[in-house]
């Protein structure tokens, strides 16, 4: 027998009146498609081929809700926009913030601007250092920098 006859062979068999009858009692009992694999002694994508060409139909169950809460995330998102407003309209936009307290990453604490700051030596990266306000990652400076607005949704507004 060639490669093709025995693997024809193989498909015609894999799907026997008897494990079809178990398929469709599996499907109607409500068990997944990878359980039924299990028990029949098929793959899981055999199973959902087979689901698919007899035409039946997978009760699907809720999705259930979710254990954990998203709250305290959007909780601080929504306390940062007020604070974020304010940046934005204190003061016009400019490109050089100075850093009065550049720091190295071991240096950068709670409170500290995290704005890289690169200079011409490769080794001497450090951080804006500056003091930031609540909830904030930047100094005043480089939160305005950081999240203004595109050059559309200026125009548009």
């Not at 904030?136 to 050059?151: F, K, N, P, V």
Request: net charge positive.
């Amino acid at each position: 027998m060639t490669a093709i006859e025995t693997s024809s062979k193989n498909l015609h068999s894999t799907w026997t009146t008897e494990r079809v009858t178990q398929l469709r009692n599996y499907v109607s009992a409500g068990l997944t498609c990878a359980q039924i694999a299990h028990e029949i002694g098929v793959s899981r994508n055999a199973v959902i081929g087979k689901i698919n060409r007899l035409g039946l139909s997978r009760s699907r169950h809720k999705a259930e809700p979710r254990t954990h809460s998203d709250a305290p995330l959007r909780r601080r998102i929504f306390l940062r926009r007020p604070v974020l407003k304010a940046l934005l309209h204190s003061e016009p936009i400019t490109d050089d913030v100075l850093s009065a307290q550049p720091c190295s990453l071991l240096e950068l604490g709670p409170r500290r601007c995290r704005w890289p700051i690169a200079s011409g030596n490769p080794g001497a990266f450090t951080f804006c250092g500056n003091s930031t306000p609540d909830g904030i990652s930047y100094c005043a400076g480089h939160a305005r920098m950081a999240y203004r607005l595109s050059s559309t949704v200026r125009s548009c507004g």
